[in-house]
Protein backbone atom coordinates (compact mmCIF):
# COMPACT_ATOMS: atom_id res chain seq x y z
CA UNK A 1 0.00 0.00 0.00
CA UNK A 2 1.83 3.00 -1.30
CA UNK A 3 0.77 6.71 0.41
CA UNK A 4 2.02 10.06 -1.58
CA UNK A 5 2.53 12.30 1.97
CA UNK A 6 2.56 16.43 0.60
CA UNK A 7 3.32 19.17 2.36
CA UNK A 8 2.57 22.46 0.02
CA UNK A 9 4.00 26.24 1.03
CA UNK A 10 2.72 29.04 -1.36
CA UNK A 11 6.09 28.37 -3.73
CA UNK A 12 7.52 24.95 -2.45
CA UNK A 13 6.42 21.56 -2.34
CA UNK A 14 7.70 18.67 -0.33
CA UNK A 15 6.66 15.05 -0.85
CA UNK A 16 7.29 11.83 0.39
CA UNK A 17 6.13 8.24 -0.50
CA UNK A 18 5.96 5.53 1.70
CA UNK A 19 5.05 1.72 1.57
CA UNK A 20 2.31 1.27 4.30
CA UNK A 21 2.94 -2.19 4.45
CA UNK A 22 5.89 -1.56 6.75
CA UNK A 23 6.05 2.04 7.27
CA UNK A 24 9.22 2.49 5.10
CA UNK A 25 9.81 6.10 3.17
CA UNK A 26 10.49 4.89 -0.46
CA UNK A 27 11.08 8.61 -2.24
CA UNK A 28 11.17 11.83 -1.00
CA UNK A 29 11.63 15.40 -3.15
CA UNK A 30 11.44 18.90 -2.67
CA UNK A 31 9.91 21.11 -5.47
CA UNK A 32 11.21 25.15 -4.65
CA UNK A 33 10.62 28.61 -6.19
CA UNK A 34 7.50 27.34 -8.12
CA UNK A 35 6.03 30.09 -10.58
CA UNK A 36 9.51 32.20 -9.66
CA UNK A 37 12.80 31.91 -11.99
CA UNK A 38 15.07 29.30 -11.11
CA UNK A 39 12.57 26.37 -9.80
CA UNK A 40 13.41 23.22 -9.69
CA UNK A 41 12.63 19.68 -8.44
CA UNK A 42 14.75 17.45 -5.91
CA UNK A 43 14.23 14.12 -6.39
CA UNK A 44 15.96 11.04 -4.25
CA UNK A 45 15.19 7.45 -4.55
CA UNK A 46 15.99 5.38 -0.81
CA UNK A 47 19.55 4.45 -1.26
CA UNK A 48 20.48 6.03 -4.38
CA UNK A 49 21.52 9.59 -5.07
CA UNK A 50 19.40 12.51 -5.43
CA UNK A 51 18.44 13.83 -8.21
CA UNK A 52 18.19 18.24 -9.07
CA UNK A 53 16.23 19.01 -12.10
CA UNK A 54 15.86 22.69 -13.21
CA UNK A 55 12.72 23.74 -14.92
CA UNK A 56 10.07 26.28 -15.07
CA UNK A 57 7.34 25.05 -12.68
CA UNK A 58 5.05 27.95 -13.15
CA UNK A 59 2.10 27.00 -10.87
CA UNK A 60 1.49 23.70 -8.59
CA UNK A 61 -0.39 21.64 -11.35
CA UNK A 62 3.03 21.43 -12.95
CA UNK A 63 5.22 21.34 -9.51
CA UNK A 64 2.53 17.94 -8.96
CA UNK A 65 2.48 16.64 -12.98
CA UNK A 66 6.63 16.99 -12.48
CA UNK A 67 6.33 14.83 -8.99
CA UNK A 68 4.19 12.31 -10.53
CA UNK A 69 6.99 11.93 -13.59
CA UNK A 70 9.68 11.69 -10.90
CA UNK A 71 7.71 8.71 -9.33
CA UNK A 72 7.15 6.98 -12.50
CA UNK A 73 10.37 6.76 -13.66
CA UNK A 74 12.30 3.93 -14.58
CA UNK A 75 15.37 4.33 -12.77
CA UNK A 76 14.34 6.75 -10.04
CA UNK A 77 10.80 5.93 -9.49
CA UNK A 78 9.13 4.18 -6.93
CA UNK A 79 5.65 3.43 -9.22
CA UNK A 80 5.08 1.02 -11.89
CA UNK A 81 1.64 2.85 -12.08
CA UNK A 82 -0.15 5.63 -10.98
CA UNK A 83 -2.91 2.45 -9.55
CA UNK A 84 -0.46 1.68 -6.75
CA UNK A 85 -1.00 4.86 -4.99
CA UNK A 86 -4.35 4.47 -2.88
CA UNK A 87 -3.84 7.72 -1.41
CA UNK A 88 -2.37 11.59 -1.03
CA UNK A 89 -2.27 12.61 2.13
CA UNK A 90 -2.14 16.34 2.56
CA UNK A 91 -0.47 18.49 5.79
CA UNK A 92 -3.45 21.43 5.85
CA UNK A 93 -2.31 24.19 8.26
CA UNK A 94 -5.83 25.55 9.83
CA UNK A 95 -9.26 23.23 9.91
CA UNK A 96 -10.58 26.03 12.69
CA UNK A 97 -13.30 24.20 14.38
CA UNK A 98 -14.70 22.02 11.98
CA UNK A 99 -11.74 18.98 12.16
CA UNK A 100 -10.64 17.84 15.24
CA UNK A 101 -9.24 14.73 13.15
CA UNK A 102 -7.92 13.82 10.11
CA UNK A 103 -10.48 13.58 7.21
CA UNK A 104 -10.75 12.09 3.70
CA UNK A 105 -11.11 15.02 1.26
CA UNK A 106 -14.30 16.02 -0.57
CA UNK A 107 -16.15 18.88 -1.76
CA UNK A 108 -18.13 19.58 1.84
CA UNK A 109 -14.18 20.15 3.34
CA UNK A 110 -12.71 21.81 0.91
CA UNK A 111 -15.93 24.18 1.25
CA UNK A 112 -14.81 24.28 4.47
CA UNK A 113 -11.37 24.50 4.41
CA UNK A 114 -11.58 27.41 2.49
CA UNK A 115 -14.06 29.20 5.15
CA UNK A 116 -11.29 28.54 7.68
CA UNK A 117 -8.60 30.74 5.03
CA UNK A 118 -9.11 34.31 7.21
CA UNK A 119 -7.49 32.40 9.99
CA UNK A 120 -4.42 31.17 8.31
CA UNK A 121 -4.12 33.39 5.09
CA UNK A 122 -0.64 32.61 3.84
CA UNK A 123 -0.87 28.90 4.63
CA UNK A 124 -4.50 27.69 4.09
CA UNK A 125 -4.48 29.01 0.30
CA UNK A 126 -1.33 27.36 -0.91
CA UNK A 127 -2.34 23.69 0.82
CA UNK A 128 -5.86 24.10 -0.68
CA UNK A 129 -4.11 24.85 -4.16
CA UNK A 130 -1.84 21.29 -3.38
CA UNK A 131 -5.09 19.51 -2.97
CA UNK A 132 -6.74 21.15 -6.56
CA UNK A 133 -3.19 20.33 -8.04
CA UNK A 134 -3.84 16.93 -7.18
CA UNK A 135 -7.24 16.98 -7.99
CA UNK A 136 -6.49 18.00 -11.69
CA UNK A 137 -3.62 15.56 -12.40
CA UNK A 138 -4.34 12.20 -9.86
CA UNK A 139 -8.61 12.68 -10.63
CA UNK A 140 -9.28 9.04 -9.74
CA UNK A 141 -6.79 8.96 -6.25
CA UNK A 142 -8.57 9.47 -2.49
CA UNK A 143 -7.03 12.84 -1.17
CA UNK A 144 -6.59 13.11 2.78
CA UNK A 145 -6.46 16.29 4.99
CA UNK A 146 -4.46 16.04 8.29
CA UNK A 147 -4.76 19.54 10.09
CA UNK A 148 -2.25 21.26 12.39
CA UNK A 149 -4.68 22.18 14.60
CA UNK A 150 -7.29 19.11 14.91
CA UNK A 151 -5.06 17.94 17.67
CA UNK A 152 -5.61 20.85 20.02
CA UNK A 153 -9.28 20.53 19.72
CA UNK A 154 -9.14 18.79 22.67
CA UNK A 155 -8.27 22.03 24.98
CA UNK A 156 -10.80 23.19 27.51
CA UNK A 157 -12.95 26.03 26.72
CA UNK A 158 -10.87 27.60 29.81
CA UNK A 159 -7.33 27.27 27.82
CA UNK A 160 -8.55 28.36 24.60
CA UNK A 161 -10.77 31.48 25.40
CA UNK A 162 -9.39 35.09 25.39
CA UNK A 163 -10.06 37.75 27.61
CA UNK A 164 -11.32 39.98 25.08
CA UNK A 165 -15.27 40.62 24.56
CA UNK A 166 -16.93 37.17 24.08
CA UNK A 167 -18.59 38.18 20.65
CA UNK A 168 -15.18 38.47 19.51
CA UNK A 169 -14.85 35.01 19.27
CA UNK A 170 -18.69 34.21 18.45
CA UNK A 171 -18.10 36.80 15.11
CA UNK A 172 -14.79 35.84 13.92
CA UNK A 173 -13.24 32.46 15.57
CA UNK A 174 -10.94 34.63 17.74
CA UNK A 175 -9.57 31.44 20.09
CA UNK A 176 -6.37 29.82 20.99
CA UNK A 177 -6.22 27.20 18.23
CA UNK A 178 -2.20 25.93 18.31
CA UNK A 179 -0.69 24.24 15.78
CA UNK A 180 2.20 22.14 15.10
CA UNK A 181 -0.39 19.63 15.77
CA UNK A 182 0.33 16.45 14.12
CA UNK A 183 4.02 16.78 15.42
CA UNK A 184 2.61 17.25 19.12
CA UNK A 185 0.58 14.43 18.30
CA UNK A 186 3.51 12.19 17.05
CA UNK A 187 6.21 13.25 19.58
CA UNK A 188 3.73 12.33 23.05
CA UNK A 189 2.65 9.18 21.54
CA UNK A 190 6.06 8.29 20.96
CA UNK A 191 7.51 9.46 24.29
CA UNK A 192 4.42 7.06 25.93
CA UNK A 193 5.89 4.04 23.51
CA UNK A 194 9.44 5.14 24.80
CA UNK A 195 8.71 4.83 28.53
CA UNK A 196 6.65 1.68 27.74
CA UNK A 197 3.56 2.86 29.43
CA UNK A 198 -0.01 4.05 28.25
CA UNK A 199 -0.81 7.27 27.05
CA UNK A 200 -3.78 7.59 28.88
CA UNK A 201 -1.85 7.79 31.93
CA UNK A 202 0.87 10.10 31.15
CA UNK A 203 1.37 14.07 31.75
CA UNK A 204 3.75 15.15 29.10
CA UNK A 205 5.35 18.42 27.78
CA UNK A 206 5.86 18.57 24.05
CA UNK A 207 8.17 21.40 23.14
CA UNK A 208 8.53 21.68 19.32
CA UNK A 209 11.17 23.79 19.01
CA UNK A 210 12.80 24.77 15.69
CA UNK A 211 12.12 27.93 13.32
CA UNK A 212 8.69 27.99 14.44
CA UNK A 213 8.12 26.85 18.31
CA UNK A 214 5.33 25.95 20.57
CA UNK A 215 5.13 23.89 23.22
CA UNK A 216 1.89 21.51 24.42
CA UNK A 217 0.38 20.15 27.36
CA UNK A 218 -0.19 16.51 27.05
CA UNK A 219 -2.47 15.41 29.41
CA UNK A 220 -3.62 11.75 28.94
CA UNK A 221 -2.72 11.56 25.30
CA UNK A 222 -4.72 14.62 24.67
CA UNK A 223 -3.78 18.46 24.33
CA UNK A 224 -5.06 20.74 27.09
CA UNK A 225 -3.09 23.45 26.42
CA UNK A 226 -0.50 25.15 23.89
CA UNK A 227 1.59 28.05 23.14
CA UNK A 228 0.71 29.03 20.31
CA UNK A 229 -2.83 31.10 19.72
CA UNK A 230 -4.75 32.60 17.06
CA UNK A 231 -2.21 32.37 15.02
CA UNK A 232 1.41 30.82 15.12
CA UNK A 233 3.04 34.41 16.20
CA UNK A 234 1.86 33.44 19.94
CA UNK A 235 4.29 31.40 22.24
CA UNK A 236 7.98 31.14 22.95
CA UNK A 237 10.26 33.90 21.11
CA UNK A 238 11.18 32.06 17.53
CA UNK A 239 13.56 32.54 15.03
CA UNK A 240 11.91 35.66 13.35
CA UNK A 241 8.58 35.76 15.70
CA UNK A 242 7.87 37.67 19.08
CA UNK A 243 6.07 35.40 20.50
CA UNK A 244 3.81 36.67 23.64
CA UNK A 245 4.15 40.05 24.06
CA UNK A 246 2.40 42.54 25.94
CA UNK A 247 -0.51 43.35 23.23
CA UNK A 248 -0.58 47.01 23.72
CA UNK A 249 3.34 46.88 22.57
CA UNK A 250 1.40 46.90 18.94
CA UNK A 251 -0.09 50.53 19.23
CA UNK A 252 2.68 51.82 20.83
CA UNK A 253 5.10 51.29 18.26
CA UNK A 254 2.93 51.60 15.56
CA UNK A 255 1.53 55.33 16.97
CA UNK A 256 5.04 56.23 18.11
CA UNK A 257 6.86 55.15 14.29
CA UNK A 258 3.53 55.70 12.57
CA UNK A 259 3.73 52.39 11.55
CA UNK A 260 0.91 50.54 9.70
CA UNK A 261 -0.77 47.63 10.90
CA UNK A 262 0.68 45.44 8.63
CA UNK A 263 4.03 46.69 8.70
CA UNK A 264 3.99 46.49 12.48
CA UNK A 265 2.37 43.01 12.01
CA UNK A 266 5.35 42.27 9.75
CA UNK A 267 7.90 43.21 12.19
CA UNK A 268 6.63 41.09 15.19
CA UNK A 269 6.57 38.04 12.80
CA UNK A 270 9.99 38.74 10.65
CA UNK A 271 12.04 40.63 12.24
CA UNK A 272 11.81 39.56 15.99
CA UNK A 273 12.66 36.60 18.14
CA UNK A 274 16.29 35.91 18.01
CA UNK A 275 17.17 37.57 14.93
CA UNK A 276 15.31 40.81 16.67
CA UNK A 277 17.21 40.07 19.83
CA UNK A 278 20.68 39.05 17.95
CA UNK A 279 20.57 41.57 15.06
CA UNK A 280 22.46 38.78 14.11
CA UNK A 281 20.77 35.76 12.74
CA UNK A 282 17.15 33.83 13.16
CA UNK A 283 19.35 30.66 12.82
CA UNK A 284 19.95 28.77 16.20
CA UNK A 285 23.73 27.70 14.65
CA UNK A 286 24.36 31.69 13.98
CA UNK A 287 23.29 32.38 17.55
CA UNK A 288 25.30 29.45 19.37
CA UNK A 289 28.41 30.48 17.40
CA UNK A 290 28.03 34.38 18.26
CA UNK A 291 27.51 33.39 22.04
CA UNK A 292 30.24 31.94 21.90
CA UNK A 293 32.58 33.89 20.93
CA UNK A 294 30.69 36.41 23.65
CA UNK A 295 28.64 38.42 21.55
CA UNK A 296 26.14 39.79 24.48
CA UNK A 297 23.09 40.22 22.59
CA UNK A 298 23.28 36.37 21.15
CA UNK A 299 23.87 35.19 24.51
CA UNK A 300 20.60 36.98 25.78
CA UNK A 301 18.89 35.47 22.32
CA UNK A 302 19.31 32.50 23.71
CA UNK A 303 18.35 33.04 27.77
CA UNK A 304 14.97 34.74 26.15
CA UNK A 305 14.31 31.59 23.98
CA UNK A 306 14.93 28.87 26.93
CA UNK A 307 14.04 31.06 29.61
CA UNK A 308 10.73 31.64 27.90
CA UNK A 309 10.19 27.55 27.20
CA UNK A 310 11.16 27.12 31.25
CA UNK A 311 8.21 29.15 32.00
CA UNK A 312 6.22 27.59 30.13
CA UNK A 313 6.51 23.68 31.51
CA UNK A 314 6.12 24.91 35.13
CA UNK A 315 3.10 26.73 33.52
CA UNK A 316 1.73 23.50 31.91
CA UNK A 317 3.08 21.38 34.88
CA UNK A 318 0.75 23.25 36.79
CA UNK A 319 -2.22 23.20 34.32
CA UNK A 320 -1.60 19.43 34.13
CA UNK A 321 -1.26 19.16 38.25
CA UNK A 322 2.07 16.96 37.57
CA UNK A 323 4.20 15.54 35.22
CA UNK A 324 5.89 12.54 34.04
CA UNK A 325 7.54 13.51 30.84
CA UNK A 326 9.08 16.29 28.71
CA UNK A 327 10.05 15.14 25.16
CA UNK A 328 12.16 18.17 22.75
CA UNK A 329 11.32 17.96 19.28
CA UNK A 330 12.10 19.61 15.91
CA UNK A 331 15.51 21.71 14.82
CA UNK A 332 16.35 23.12 18.09
CA UNK A 333 14.94 20.93 20.38
CA UNK A 334 16.55 17.68 18.48
CA UNK A 335 19.94 19.52 18.29
CA UNK A 336 20.81 21.84 20.49
CA UNK A 337 22.29 20.42 23.53
CA UNK A 338 22.68 24.61 25.04
CA UNK A 339 19.08 24.99 24.70
CA UNK A 340 17.70 21.85 25.75
CA UNK A 341 20.75 22.14 29.44
CA UNK A 342 19.32 25.77 29.69
CA UNK A 343 15.50 24.84 29.57
CA UNK A 344 15.91 21.99 32.40
CA UNK A 345 18.53 24.09 34.19
CA UNK A 346 17.02 25.34 38.09
CA UNK A 347 13.96 22.58 37.56
CA UNK A 348 15.21 20.32 39.78
CA UNK A 349 12.84 21.46 42.13
CA UNK A 350 10.35 19.76 40.04
CA UNK A 351 12.03 16.45 39.45
CA UNK A 352 13.65 17.27 36.11
CA UNK A 353 17.54 16.13 36.38
CA UNK A 354 19.32 16.14 32.71
CA UNK A 355 22.41 13.95 32.48
CA UNK A 356 25.01 15.93 30.86
CA UNK A 357 26.50 13.38 29.35
CA UNK A 358 23.47 11.94 27.88
CA UNK A 359 22.24 15.12 26.79
CA UNK A 360 24.93 15.15 24.35
CA UNK A 361 23.17 13.82 21.40
CA UNK A 362 21.78 15.27 18.30
CA UNK A 363 18.88 14.29 16.31
CA UNK A 364 18.48 11.15 17.53
CA UNK A 365 15.92 9.23 19.83
CA UNK A 366 17.43 9.13 23.44
CA UNK A 367 16.56 9.59 27.28
CA UNK A 368 18.32 12.15 28.58
CA UNK A 369 17.33 12.87 31.65
CA UNK A 370 19.62 11.27 34.66
CA UNK A 371 18.51 7.89 36.36
CA UNK A 372 17.25 9.36 39.20
CA UNK A 373 15.17 12.05 37.45
CA UNK A 374 11.57 11.60 38.30
CA UNK A 375 10.44 13.28 35.31
CA UNK A 376 11.97 12.10 32.29
CA UNK A 377 13.51 14.08 29.80
CA UNK A 378 13.45 13.12 25.99
CA UNK A 379 14.21 13.84 22.57
CA UNK A 380 12.15 12.64 19.97
CA UNK A 381 12.84 13.12 16.18
CA UNK A 382 9.74 14.32 14.77
CA UNK A 383 7.79 12.99 11.85
CA UNK A 384 4.49 14.60 11.01
CA UNK A 385 4.62 12.76 7.13
CA UNK A 386 4.36 9.62 9.09
CA UNK A 387 1.25 10.67 10.93
CA UNK A 388 -0.25 11.58 7.98
CA UNK A 389 0.29 8.41 5.80
CA UNK A 390 -0.91 6.49 9.35
CA UNK A 391 -4.19 8.82 9.49
CA UNK A 392 -4.66 8.17 5.42
CA UNK A 393 -4.25 4.72 5.70
CA UNK A 394 -6.70 4.21 8.12
CA UNK A 395 -9.05 6.29 6.23
CA UNK A 396 -9.05 4.51 3.11
P1 LIG B 1 11.06 24.77 10.78
O1 LIG B 1 10.26 25.35 11.91
O2 LIG B 1 11.33 25.75 9.68
O3 LIG B 1 10.60 23.41 10.34
P2 LIG B 1 13.35 23.35 11.90
O4 LIG B 1 12.55 22.46 12.78
O5 LIG B 1 14.06 22.76 10.75
O6 LIG B 1 12.51 24.59 11.40
O7 LIG B 1 14.41 24.10 12.83
C1 LIG B 1 15.29 25.03 12.35
C2 LIG B 1 16.14 25.52 13.50
O8 LIG B 1 16.88 24.41 14.03
C3 LIG B 1 17.16 26.58 13.10
O9 LIG B 1 17.16 27.62 14.05
C4 LIG B 1 18.46 25.82 13.17
O10 LIG B 1 19.53 26.65 13.52
C5 LIG B 1 18.21 24.82 14.28
N1 LIG B 1 19.18 23.73 14.19
C6 LIG B 1 19.30 22.82 13.21
N2 LIG B 1 20.39 22.04 13.43
C7 LIG B 1 20.98 22.50 14.57
C8 LIG B 1 22.14 22.12 15.33
N3 LIG B 1 22.92 21.12 14.96
N4 LIG B 1 22.41 22.83 16.45
C9 LIG B 1 21.63 23.85 16.83
N5 LIG B 1 20.53 24.24 16.16
C10 LIG B 1 20.20 23.59 15.05
Known amino acids: MKILVINCGSSSLKYQVFD ?7 SKGLVERIGIEGSKIKHTKTG ?7 TPIPDHKSAIKLVIDALLDKSHGVLESLDELVAVGHRVVHA ?24 AP ?6 IMGIEAVTDVLPRVSQVGVFDTAFHQTMPEKAYIYPIPYGYY ?8 GFHGTSHFYVANRTAEILGKPIERLKIITCHMGNGSSITAVDGGKSVDTSMGFTPLAGVAMGTRSGDLDPAIFSFIAETEKLSVKDVDSLFNKKSGLLGISGISSDLRDIEEAASRGEQRSKLALQVLAYGAKKYIGAY ?27 CEGLEF ?41 DSKRLM
Open 350 to 390: MGIELDVKKNNVRGKEAAISSDSSRVKVLVVPTNEELVIAR
Open 48 to 54: LDSITTE
Open 96 to 119: GEKFATSVKLDSKVMAALKECVPL
Open 170 to 177: EKYGIRRY
Open 317 to 343: AAAMGGLDAVAFTAGVGENSVTVRSMV
Open 20 to 26: MDNEEVL
Open 122 to 127: LHNPAN
